[in-house]
Nanobody, 123 residues
Framework: QVQLVESGGGLVQPKGSLRLSCVAS????????MTWYRQDPGKEREFVAG????????NYADSVKGRFTISRDNRKNTLYLQMNSLKPEDTAVYYC????????????????WGKGTLVTVSS
């Protein structure tokens, strides 16, 4: 079955860095756009970053531009999120998600979600 498994979360100090990974299985990873979303308890899930199927296009939320970088390795069926200059407001559960249509640039119509990995930014 289609599965997304995130890893790499943890506790980090402000201004620190973390790299999240998401391993995909059960579908042709290289054909679908992929995204990272995050959710803080008590808040709605919000878009963080998206990447097209061949990594020719990326998109970021304004709050993370210049600090976060999304990438993918289609040979390894893996999505990444490099997070630098982390702030306490980046604290959230981060979810990897699969786009609903192949070859699409739609980063808001996700049809499969991982279970998430917790990132806590605190001194």
């Amino acid at each position: 079955q289609v599965q997304l498994v995130e890893s790499g979360g943890g506790l980090v100090q402000p201004k620190g860095s973390l790299r999240l990974s998401c391993v995909a299985s059960g579908f042709t990873f290289s054909q679908y756009p992929m995204t990272w979303y995050r959710q803080d308890p008590g808040k709605e899930r919000e878009f963080v970053a998206g990447i097209s199927s061949k990594a020719l296009s990326t998109n970021y939320a304004d709050s993370v531009k210049g600090r976060f970088t999304i990438s993918r390795d289609n040979r390894k069926n893996t999505l990444y999120l490099q997070m630098n200059s982390l702030k306490p407001e980046d604290t959230a559960v981060y979810y990897c998600a699969k786009g609903g249509a192949p070859w699409s640039l739609d980063y808001y119509s996700m049809d499969v979600w991982g279970k998430g990995t917790l990132v806590t930014v605190s001194s």
